[in-house]
């Protein structure tokens, strides 16, 4: 039997380069994101710790230097000194109110600082002022701005904010799974279970593993909608997901012939990668070709494998489809 390897965490990989996105917006060069590991140097400190006070001395040096203090505040927001960050944001912004690399810093350190007005507040700077921009359409910064606001909103139970700035977030990119993951919760709470089903599919399409919420919300929607087997489905990719592989097996088995057949094989040749099984992977991959010969999901993970075609993710359904 031939073994493939373990694939690192989907959700695990989403969540890192996430951050890495939100560090290199605020404007930190890409050394910095990799020098806060967090390991002893010679003299006892820390890496994040020579790397502040290397940043305030570069600050006490030039102190006109915008680049400089949005550096050193992303080094205090890096080492939890919130505050201190905030003042460096501050400063900025002072010299020019609408900088966007500022907004952005400042927003997400109140976030951290559970500041959630103070955090709406910014980011509305930067959606109000760049909205309908030349570049708005493919515009990292204001997707990551349309995207904490609709977190925000869900967070205060404004579902209607929130599903129209996530919407927004969602035209400038397609692929963010926290947005369309967000998205389908916000869809559930307002009565709208089949819209959260596409939601939470577009969410999984582009990060299937390492993830329980969407599976456990999915399960939630279609149970909803009355559709049996689809919840048990994704009640089997929930066990998948806790560590249950057995029980997925088992549930997801007893589906292969019904209405979410397709799913429940993709399901099981997912779990069958997981445990390094190569032949049963591409055996379930195959077996849902043989059922949809277009389904990019399986045709994806054969070319992963090294069988068969390479496609990428399925599009995802449009954030306004069906929308009231």
């Known amino acids: 039997m031939k073994r493939i390897p373990v694939h690192f965490s989907d959700r695990a990989l989403t969540r890192l380069l996430r951050g890495v996105v939100v560090a290199l917006i605020i404007g930190v060069p890409l050394f910095g994101v990799l020098y806060v590991i967090d390991q002893r140097a010679g003299s006892g400190q820390t890496l994040t710790e020579r790397q502040t006070q290397a940043a305030e001395r570069q ?22 000194r919130f505050d201190d960050a905030l003042k460096q944001y501050d400063e900025v912004l002072k010299v020019d109110g609408n900088h966007r690399t500022a907004l952005m810093g400042r927003g997400a350190v109140l976030m ?29 910064q204001l997707e990551e701005a349309h995207y904490y606001l609709g977190s925000i909103a869900t967070s205060q139970n404004d579902l209607k904010t929130a599903d129209t700035e996530l919407q927004a977030a969602l035209k400038i990119d397609t692929t963010d799974a926290d947005a369309w993951y967000l998205l389908g919760t916000v869809r559930l709470k307002n009565g709208a279970p089949d819209l959260a089903a596409q939601a939470f599919h577009n969410a999984l399409a582009f990060v299937p593993t390492g993830w329980c919420e969407p599976y456990q919300q999915l399960a939630l929607a279609y149970g909803k909608l009355d559709k049996a087997a689809e919840a048990e489905y994704a009640g089997a990719m929930t066990d998948f997901c806790q ?46 070709l043989a059922i949809d010969a277009k389904n990019t999901s ?15 993710p399925s599009a995802p359904t449009s954030p306004t489809a069906g929308h009231k």
Do not use: C, W
Not at 61 to 77: N, V
Not at 298 to 312: F, K, Y
């Open 59 to 80: 600050v006490r040096a030039s102190p006109d230097s915008i680049g400089l203090r949005i550096q050193l505040a992303e080094a205090y927001r890096q080492a939890h």
């Open 112 to 140: 951290a600082k559970n500041d959630l007005k103070g955090a709406q507040e910014t980011y509305r700077k930067v959606t109000s002022t760049n909205t309908g921009g030349e570049f708005a359409g493919a515009d990292p």
């Open 243 to 288: 560590k249950k592989p057995a029980e997925a097996i088992r549930r997801l088995t007893a589906l292969t012939s019904g209405p979410a057949a397709v799913d429940a094989l993709l399901g099981l040749g997912m779990v069958a990668e997981s445990s390094s099984d190569r032949d049963e992977a591409v055996r379930r991959y195959q077996q849902v």
């Open 298 to 312: 399986a045709l994806t993970a054969l070319s992963r494998l090294g069988t068969g075609s390479s496609a990428g």
